[in-house]
C-alpha cells in the first residue's frame, strides 16, 4: 500500500501542478512539500482515488485556453458513455505529455517544466495513456475506478522506476529527485530497478483492484552504446510509453531527436509511432528495438545538455563505422580521435600503445594506416574534456556531407536509379553519389505518395507560371509511404519552427493517421532552455561495444551510399506499416481522415514564411480546427428560421467550448481516419469543406482529399463559446481567414494509405496538379458515386465532393482558398469556387445534408456513422474513445469576396460545420492496417424516425485473424427540436447493444448547421 | 588541427607549369584566335612571380612539354582539397599526359594520390568548383558523371553536386570564389542560369558578385597569413567594367593579373595553378 499511496500523490502533484505552474517548478527540487503532500494522502486508497478524479478534471481546465470549464461539457459529451468522458480525462492526461500538442498553448509553459523537473510525469502520462487504452478495450465497470488505476499505475512505474524502488517505497518523492541521476547513472542498477518495478506494478494492480488482466510484454532496446535495455511494458502500450522508459533509463532530457525502430518483416528499419500501439506496429516482430537518432540536429552545439551530445555521439559513431554516414580517411582519423579523447582521456604513452585503439572501429574499413593516425591525433587533444571532445566530434561530424541525410532508393520518371535524401532543409536527390538536385522544404508545396509512386509538387520559380510535379518511383508502395512519412516529420520537425505554436506544428501529418506528434526543433529547443539541472552524470562507455552491435546496420563500403541508405539507418523510415492494415479496412476507418488531415494542415507544410505567424495562430487553438469553406452548394435550405439557425449555432458553440475545455486532441489528423472507410464519411468530409474522396478500386483504398481550407482559429473560438449567436460566429469566420494564409491539404490515403498527399501552401492557383492526379480523379469519381447511395441526406456532401474532379478540385480548391486566406481574411465564395462549384452542381439536396448529422461508428475496427441533419455527427469506436478533434466549419459562401472563380455562383446558405471525434487510444494502431485480404464487405441502410443508418461490414483476414469491422453512418436529421446529442448517444448505445461482442473505436460527430447570415 | 573546411583559401603551395612553345598553334580552343606566346610566356612568368615573390607561396614550377600544348593550364590535370589530391582524366584525349607530371609532383609534395583510372570518366579541374564547403561539378564537354562520381568518392566529407554546363568550355570559365562563400559569376545567361542552379542545390546560402564579362568572373581567392584575403583578378585593361566591380572589394588585397593571351586559347587566371595547402599536422 505504500507504494500506492506514493503514486497516488504524484498524481495528485500532477493536478496541482498544472493549475500553479510556479508551484511546479520548486516541487522537483524539494522533496520536502511532496512528502508532505504524500502524508496529506496517506489515506485510504478509495479516498484517494476520488481525490484523484477530482484533481483530474481541474487539471486540464485549469489552462487558460481550455478554460471553458467543464461544465460546458454539455452538448454530446453528457449522453456520452462513461468511457467516452473517461477519454477526455484521458486526453488531458495527454496533453502534459510532449508530444501531444493540443493543449500547448497554455499548458506549453506548464509541460516544460515538467518536463524540466519531473519527466516522469511526462513518462507517467505516457504511461497513463498505454494503459488507459489497455483498459478501454475491456469494459470498465467503475469508471472511476478505471480513472483511477489509468492515473495511478502510470504514475507509479514511474515513480518507481525513477527511484530505486527498494527503499523508495516510503518516500519515493524525494528518492525520485534525489536519487534519480544517481540511480540511473549505473546501469546495473537500473536493471534491477526494473525488475523490482515489475512486481511491484503487479502489486499495485492488483492492489487497485484493477480486473483487467494485464499481459505485459518483455521489449529488448539496443541503445546506443550497444548495451541492452529491456522493459516490461503492457501489450497494449503506446510507442511512447516504450520510449520514455528508455529516455528516463537514459536520464535523457532532450528526447525529441530521438526515437525507437524497429524492424519489419522485410528487415526494413521503421520508426516507432509514439502514438501508437507498439503491437500493431511491430506485428509479427519481435519485441526488439533500437533507440536511435531521428534528427539529427543541425548545430549540434546549440544542444542544451552534454548527455545528449553524447547519445548523438554515439549514433554518428556507428553511422560512421558502418558507413552510412562516409568520410574521408582524414576526417576518419579526425573524428576517432575525438572518440579516444572522449572516452580514454588524455593519451598515455604508457598505457597507450598502439594496440590500445584496436578494440574502436572508426571506419568501415579500418586501417592500421588509419589507427594511427588517430593515436597521432589523438596525442594532439591533451587536456580535452570528454565533452569538449564530444563537441568536437560533432563539430566536424555536422559538416559531412551526408549528415542526417536520410537515404531512399528510387528511380526517376525515366526509370534511372537514384537515391533520395530527406533532410533538415528538404529533399535531396542523388544520382551515384552526386547531387543533382535539391528541394527545399519553401520549393515545395506538396508531398504525396500514391502505391509505390512518391510525388513532390514544385513551387513555381520566378519565370514559371505554374507548380510542376515530379514524381518518383519507389520499389513498392512501403517505400513511397515511408520516405513520404520521412518527409513530412523533417518537414515538420525542421521546418515548422514555431515555439509558440507547438502542438500544431506536431500535427503536420499528411492524410493519413500518420502525424509527426512529437515537438519540432523549435519547441525543443525552447524546452531545453528550461532545462535546469546539474549535469547529469554519465558515463561514457567505450565505444567499442558500437563497433559490435551495429544493429542492423551492415557494414557497408562507405563510398556505397545505396548500401547505406538500403539499411535504413541513416532515415529511419517511420514506417507505419502497422498502420495499414488491409485496404479497404483502412479505407472505413479513415473515413474523415482526410478532411481532417486537410484541416490539420495546420502544421502542413506551408512553406512561406509568412505562414509562420499565421500557423502560430492556429496552432493555438489545439484541438479545434475551423475550417471556413465557401459552399457554392449550399443552396436552398431556407426553411430554417433564423431562431433554428441561432440554436444551431448555439449548440455548436457550445460543443466547441466544450471540446477546448475537454481536451484538446492533439491530432487533428484524426480527421484523416474519419475520412476514410465510408464512403459517407468521404462525403462528410466533403460537406465539411474539404472534399475528399477515397475510391476504392480493386479492394485497394485510394484516397484523394480536397482541402479547401484549413483554418484554426483558436482564439476565436474561445472568444465565442460562451455566445452562441451567429455573430460570434461570423468573427470567427473572419478571422479565421485573416489567420490562414497558408494552405496545405494533406491527404492521405486510409490506413491502408495507398496514397497521402501533403500540401504545403498552395501558391497560386494552377491546376496543374497533371497526371498524378488525374488518376485520383477517375477514382474518385467511382467512389462518389458508390457513396452517393446509402443515405439521401448524405448525397449533398457527397455530390460536392463528387462532382468535382477530384485532382482538379483539390488544386483548384486549395489555390484559391489560399489566395483568399492571403488577401482576404473573410472566407470568400471563390475558395469554394473549383471544389464548391462542383458541389453546387449538385444541388438541391445538399441542403438539407446541411442539417445532416453523421455518425459514423467503427466498431472493432469498424465505423460507424451516424449523421444528422444540420447537425451530423459520426461516431467511431471501439475502444474507450479519445476526444481527438474537433472541427468546426463555417461556410460562408456571401462573404466570399472574389468571385473570380465562382462561375457557377449559387444562393449561399452559410453553415457551420463541427466535426467531433472520440477515437479510441488504440484506434490508430488498428486503423492502420497492416495489408490484409479481405474477406467480406457489404452495407446496409436501414431507416427509421430521423435517422438514417448506414451500415458497413468488413471483414478482413490479416495474419491469420479475422478482423470485423463495422462501420455505422447514422444520419441524424432534424431541426433544432429534436436533441440530436440525444439521438446520437441513442443511436450509439443501439450500436453497442447490437454487438456486444465488438469494442467502439471511434465515434465522429459531425454537426452542419446553417449560420444565422449576414448578408454583405 | 582544423577540421573540415576551415581555412578556406589558406595555401602554401602552389604547382604551376611552364608556357609549352607549341601552345600558340597547338593549343585547344574554342576560338580561332591568333596568340602571341612570348606575351603568352611574359604573362604567365608575372603570374607566378606573383605567386611566389608577392605572395610568398612556395611554388613548384613544372617544366613544359613541347608534345602537351595545353600543359600550362594545369588546374585540369589535378583536384586537390584538404591532404587529397585527384588525378583527373582530362577530357581532352590530347591533354590525357599532362597528369603524369602533376600525379608526381604531388606525390612529392606528401599528398595522398587518388587516380581516376576508370575509362569511361573524364574531368577537367576547370570544371571544379570547390566552395569551402562543398563541390560543383560542370558536366561539360570535357568532364562527365562518371568523372564527377570519382570525385565524389575521392572527397567523400563534401556534397558534390553537378551543374549541367552549355555554350562554355568549363564551369570555372564564368565563376569562381572571390571569397569565402562570395561567388563570383559573369553576367551572361549561361552564367546566371548555372548560378541559379547551384543556388538551388546548395543547403548554403552564397553572396554572389556579378561580373559584367564572364571571362572576368575567373578569379583566384586566398586567404593568406599576414595578408589576409587575397584576389588575383583581371586587369582593367582587359575588362575594365569588371575590374571596377573587383575593386569594390575594400577588404581584399587586390592584384590585377593580365591574362590577355592565355585567354585565347580558354586559359583563365585559376587555370595556371593548383593550389595546395599543406599543414603538418593533417
Known amino acids: 500500500m505504500t507504494t500506492e499511496v506514493g503514486s497516488e500523490s504524484n498524481v495528485k502533484k500532477e493536478a496541482e501542478k498544472a493549475p500553479e505552474v510556479q508551484q511546479q517548478t520548486n516541487q522537483p527540487d524539494k522533496p520536502d512539500p511532496a512528502s508532505a503532500e504524500q502524508t496529506q494522502e496517506e489515506s485510504p486508497s478509495t479516498e484517494a482515488e476520488s481525490g484523484q478524479e477530482a484533481a483530474a478534471s481541474p487539471e486540464p481546465s485549469s489552462p487558460p485556453p481550455a478554460a471553458g470549464g467543464q461544465k460546458k461539457e454539455k452538448g454530446i459529451s453528457r449522453f456520452l458513455p462513461p468511457w467516452l468522458k473517461r477519454q477526455k480525462s ?12 493540443p493543449k500547448q498553448e497554455s499548458v506549453e509553459a506548464v509541460k516544460e517544466e515538467q518536463e524540466e523537473t519531473s519527466q516522469p510525469k511526462e513518462e507517467a502520462d505516457g504511461g497513463g495513456a498505454g494503459t488507459a487504452s489497455t483498459e478501454q478495450t475491456e469494459e470498465v465497470k467503475e ?8 492515473e495511478v499505475q502510470p504514475e507509479e512505474k514511474e515513480t518507481e522506476e525513477e527511484k530505486s524502488i527498494g527503499s523508495a517505497d516510503t518516500q519515493p518523492v524525494r528518492e525520485e529527485k534525489e536519487g534519480e541521476s544517481e540511480v540511473k547513472q549505473e546501469k546495473e542498477e537500473t536493471t534491477k530497478e526494473e525488475e523490482q518495478v515489475i512486481p511491484h506494478e503487479a502489486s499495485v494492480l492488483s492492489a487497485l483492484k484493477v480486473n483487467k488482466k494485464m499481459k505485459m510484454v518483455v521489449c529488448h532496446v539496443t541503445l546506443l552504446d550497444g548495451s541492452q535495455f529491456s522493459c516490461e511494458v503492457e501489450k497494449r502500450a503506446k510507442g511512447h510509453y516504450l520510449f520514455f522508459q528508455v529516455c528516463e533509463q537514459l536520464n535523457l532530457l532532450e528526447k525529441d531527436y530521438f526515437g525507437l525502430s524497429f524492424k519489419d518483416n522485410a528487415e526494413q528499419r521503421c520508426w516507432l509511432d509514439p502514438t501508437k500501439e507498439i503491437k500493431r506496429q511491430i506485428r509479427n516482430s519481435q519485441w526488439q528495438f533500437a533507440f536511435s537518432v531521428k534528427f539529427y540536429p543541425p548545430d549540434p552545439s546549440q544542444l542544451t545538455e552534454d548527455i545528449t551530445r553524447y547519445l548523438l555521439c554515439l549514433q554518428l559513431r556507428q553511422d560512421i563505422a558502418s558507413g552510412r554516414l562516409p568520410c574521408s580517411f582524414v576526417t576518419h582519423a579526425l573524428l576517432g580521435s575525438y572518440t579516444l579523447q572522449a572516452e580514454l582521456g588524455d593519451h598515455d604513452p604508457e598505457e597507450h600503445r598502439l594496440d590500445y585503439i584496436s578494440d574502436f572501429q572508426f571506419a568501415p574499413n579500418q586501417t592500421k594506416e588509419l589507427e594511427e593516425k588517430v593515436v597521432e591525433l589523438h596525442k594532439s587533444h591533451r587536456g580535452m574534456t570528454p565533452a569538449q571532445s564530444d563537441a568536437q566530434f560533432l563539430e566536424n561530424a555536422k559538416k559531412l556531407s551526408m549528415y542526417g541525410v536520410d537515404l531512399h532508393h528510387a528511380k526517376d520518371s525515366e526509370g534511372v536509379d537514384i537515391m533520395l535524401g530527406v533532410c533538415a532543409n528538404g529533399l535531396l536527390i542523388y544520382k551515384d553519389r552526386l547531387r543533382i538536385n535539391r528541394f527545399a522544404w519553401p520549393k515545395i508545396l506538396k508531398i504525396s505518395y500514391k502505391r509505390s509512386n512518391f510525388y513532390i509538387k514544385i513551387r513555381p520559380g520566378e519565370a514559371e507560371q505554374f507548380e510542376s510535379t515530379v514524381g518518383f518511383k519507389l520499389p513498392n508502395h512501403r517505400a513511397a509511404k515511408r520516405v513520404w512519412k520521412v518527409c513530412v516529420e523533417h518537414h515538420t520537425f525542421f521546418r515548422l519552427v514555431s515555439p509558440e505554436q507547438p502542438t500544431k506544428t506536431k500535427f503536420l501529418t499528411l492524410g493519413s493517421k500518420f502525424r509527426y506528434s512529437g515537438r519540432t526543433q523549435a519547441q525543443t529547443r525552447q524546452a531545453s532552455t528550461l532545462i535546469d539541472r546539474p549535469t547529469p552524470y554519465f558515463q561514457r562507455t567505450s565505444s567499442k561495444r558500437i563497433s559490435r552491435s551495429l544493429d542492423g546496420a551492415p557494414v557497408v563500403n562507405v563510398s556505397d551510399y545505396s548500401q547505406a541508405a538500403g539499411a535504413g539507418e541513416n532515415g529511419p523510415a517511420l514506417e507505419l506499416s502497422s498502420d495499414s492494415k488491409s485496404p479497404q479496412v483502412e479505407v472505413m476507418e479513415k473515413p474523415n481522415a482526410d478532411a481532417a488531415t486537410s484541416i490539420s494542415s495546420e502544421t502542413a507544410f506551408e512553406t512561406d514564411g509568412a505562414g509562420a505567424p499565421e500557423r502560430k495562430s492556429k496552432l493555438r487553438v489545439q484541438g479545434e480546427n475551423i475550417y471556413v469553406r465557401h459552399s457554392n452548394l449550399m443552396l436552398e435550405d431556407l426553411d430554417k428560421t433564423q431562431e433554428d439557425v441561432l440554436k444551431h449555432q448555439a449548440s455548436i458553440s457550445e460543443l466547441k467550448r466544450s471540446f477546448m475545455e475537454a481536451t484538446p486532441d492533439p491530432r487533428p489528423s484524426q480527421w484523416d481516419k474519419r475520412l476514410t472507410g465510408s464512403p459517407a464519411t468521404s462525403l462528410r468530409l466533403q460537406a465539411q469543406g474539404s472534399a475528399e474522396v477515397k475510391p476504392e478500386v480493386n479492394g485497394q483504398p485510394e484516397v484523394i482529399e480536397v482541402m479547401e481550407e484549413t483554418v484554426v482559429i483558436e482564439e476565436v473560438i474561445k472568444a465565442k463559446p460562451k455566445s452562441p449567436a451567429p455573430e460570434a460566429s461570423f468573427t470567427a469566420e473572419t478571422e479565421c481567414a485573416a489567420e490562414v494564409k497558408e494552405e496545405r491539404s494533406l491527404s492521405s490515403d486510409s490506413e491502408s494509405e495507398e496514397e497521402a498527399e501533403y500540401h504545403a501552401q498552395p501558391p497560386s492557383t494552377s491546376i496543374s496538379t497533371q497526371q498524378i492526379k488525374e488518376e485520383p480523379e477517375e477514382e474518385q469519381e467511382a467512389v462518389l458515386t458508390q457513396q452517393a447511395p446509402p443515405s439521401g441526406v ?30 482576404e481574411p473573410l472566407a470568400t465564395p471563390d475558395e469554394a469556387p473549383n471544389g464548391h462549384a462542383l458541389q453546387a452542381e449538385a444541388p438541391p439536396t445538399l441542403r438539407t445534408a446541411a442539417a445532416e448529422k453523421e455518425e459514423p461508428h467503427i466498431v472493432n475496427g469498424s465505423a460507424s456513422r451516424v449523421e444528422t441533419e444540420h447537425l451530423p455527427q459520426v461516431i467511431c469506436y471501439s475502444e474507450p474513445p479519445v476526444v481527438k478533434t474537433e472541427m468546426v466549419t463555417i461556410s460562408d459562401t456571401f462573404a466570399a469576396q472574389k468571385t473570380e472563380i465562382s462561375t457557377k455562383e449559387v444562393p449561399i446558405v452559410h453553415t457551420e460545420t463541427k466535426t467531433i471525434t472520440y477515437e479510441a487510444a488504440q484506434l490508430d494502431g488498428n486503423g492502420d492496417g497492416e495489408p490484409g485480404v479481405l474477406m467480406t464487405a457489404q452495407t446496409i441502410t436501414s431507416e427509421s424516425l430521423c435517422t438514417t443508418t448506414t451500415t458497413h461490414i468488413t471483414k478482413t483476414l490479416k495474419g491469420g485473424l479475422s478482423e470485423t469491422r463495422i462501420e455505422k453512418r447514422i444520419v441524424i436529421t432534424g431541426d433544432s427540436d429534436i436533441d440530436h446529442d440525444q439521438a446520437l448517444a441513442q443511436a450509439i448505445k443501439e450500436a453497442k447493444e447490437q454487438h456486444p461482442d465488438m469494442s467502439v473505436t471511434r465515434v465522429v460527430v459531425h454537426k452542419e448547421t446553417e449560420l444565422a447570415e449576414d448578408e454583405d | 588541427m582544423a577540421g573540415l573546411m576551415s581555412g578556406f583559401g589558406s595555401f602554401t603551395h602552389a604547382v604551376v607549369r611552364a608556357v609549352s612553345q607549341s601552345l600558340a598553334k597547338e593549343a585547344l580552343r574554342t576560338d580561332s584566335l591568333e596568340v602571341d606566346l612570348l606575351k603568352a610566356q611574359e604573362e604567365h612568368d608575372e603570374y607566378v612571380s606573383v605567386l611566389k615573390h608577392r605572395l610568398g607561396l612556395e611554388v613548384v614550377e613544372l617544366p613544359a612539354d613541347e608534345a602537351l600544348p595545353d600543359c600550362v593550364f594545369v588546374e585540369d590535370a589535378a583536384v586537390v582539397c584538404g591532404d587529397t589530391a585527384l588525378i583527373t582524366r582530362p577530357g581532352a584525349e590530347s591533354r590525357r599526359k599532362e597528369t603524369e607530371a602533376m600525379k608526381a609532383a604531388l606525390t612529392e609534395l606528401g599528398l595522398n594520390i587518388v587516380e581516376m583510372t576508370d575509362e569511361s570518366a573524364t574531368l577537367d579541374g576547370g570544371d571544379v568548383l570547390f566552395t569551402g564547403r562543398e563541390f560543383f561539378v560542370g558536366l561539360s564537354k570535357r568532364t562527365n558523371q562518371r568523372g564527377a562520381e570519382i570525385l565524389a568518392d575521392a572527397f567523400k566529407d563534401y556534397t558534390v553536386s553537378t551543374v549541367p554546363i552549355q555554350d562554355r568550355l568549363h564551369l570555372k570559365s564564368f565563376c569562381s570564389m572571390a571569397g569565402p562563400d562570395l561567388i563570383a559569376i559573369g553576367s551572361s545567361e549561361a552564367a546566371q542560369k548555372a548560378l541559379k542552379i547551384m543556388q538551388q542545390m546548395s543547403d548554403h546560402k552564397y553572396d554572389k558578385l556579378t561580373l559584367p564579362d564572364d571571362l572576368a568572373a575567373n578569379c583566384v581567392y586566398m586567404n593568406l597569413p599576414g595578408k589576409g584575403d587575397v584576389l588575383l583578378h583581371c586587369t582593367p585593361e582587359e575588362f575594365p567594367e569588371s575590374a571596377k566591380v573587383f575593386e569594390m ?10 591574362n ?13 595553378s593548383v593550389l595546395i595547402n599543406k599543414k603538418k599536422n593533417i
Open chain 1, 90 to 101: 484521458q486526453s488531458q492526461d495527454k496533453p502534459s505529455e510532449s508530444s501531444v500538442p
Open chain 1, 143 to 150: 469508471v472511476r475506478e478505471e480513472s483511477t488505476a489509468e
Open chain 1, 794 to 823: 448524405e448525397s449533398q456532401p457527397i455530390t460536392e465532393a463528387a462532382e468535382p474532379g477530384p485532382a482538379a478540385e483539390e488544386e483548384k480548391a486549395a489555390q484559391p482558398h489560399e489566395k483568399e486566406r492571403t488577401d
Open chain 2, 249 to 258: 572589394l575594400k577588404d581584399h588585397m587586390l592584384i590585377p593579373v593580365s
Open chain 2, 260 to 272: 590577355h593571351e592565355k585567354v585565347k586559347v580558354d586559359g583563365a587566371l585559376t587555370c595556371c
